[in-house]
């Protein structure tokens, strides 16, 4: 049984970093961000592949956010630097097939429980 668990979140100020981690129980897996908002759909954020040489973006975060893994931690981060509002919604983890530019709407297998991310002043 695979299990992602996410930390780092929490409440941020407009134009502020944070940085998330999903810590993946002993496998060394593809592994993807998304994020929700209420009320609104699933969004693709980023994608990493196994040996973190392949990563893929979402639009909204392109410039901003970086992804990245420790294999001898089974962690992946998700660095997000110049925060806004737009940002604020439950970010998880989850595992993929692969990371691919279509992303976004791949299906993920396992997947965690979330981290709230809200950016206000």
């Known amino acids: 049984q695979v299990q992602l668990v996410e930390s780092g979140g929490g409440l941020v100020q407009p134009g502020g970093s944070l940085r998330l981690s999903c810590a993946v129980s002993?496998?060394?897996?593809?592994i993807g961000w998304f994020r929700q908002a209420p009320g609104k759909e699933r969004e693709g954020v980023s994608c990493i592949s196994k040996a973190g040489t392949i990563t893929y973006y979402g639009d909204s975060v392109k410039g901003r956010f970086t992804i990245s893994r420790d294999n001898a931690k089974n962690t992946v981060y998700l660095q997000m630097n110049s925060l806004n509002a737009e940002d604020t919604a439950v970010y998880y983890c989850?595992?993929?097939?692969?990371?691919?530019?279509?992303?976004?709407?791949?299906?993920?297998?396992?997947r965690g429980q979330g981290t709230q991310v809200t950016v206000s002043s």
């Open positions: 989850a595992t993929l097939t692969q990371c691919t530019a279509q992303f976004p709407t791949a299906v993920a297998r396992y």
């Open positions: 002993g496998f060394t897996l593809v």
